[in-house]
């Protein structure tokens, strides 16, 4: 079973990923949003750094 984690949007909205969906992870400039980039084409802004993101995924 793929492990799935809570993230929140830059506009506020939950949303639910695994690690298996997402394609790339982008740094937003500013550090604290990251562009996730998933394999069903949709791009969301959400909270935290590539790190933060992919530890929170695997751990």
Do not use: C, W
Request: zero cysteines.
């Amino acid at each position: 079973m793929k492990k799935q984690k809570n993230f929140t949007t830059k506009d506020g909205v939950r949303i639910r990923l695994s690690l298996d969906e997402i394609v790339e992870i982008v740094p937003d400039a500013d550090m604290r949003y990251s562009l996730v980039i998933l394999k069903d084409g949709s791009k969301h802004f959400v909270t935290g750094t590539e790190q933060q993101i992919r530890r929170s995924l695997t751990s």
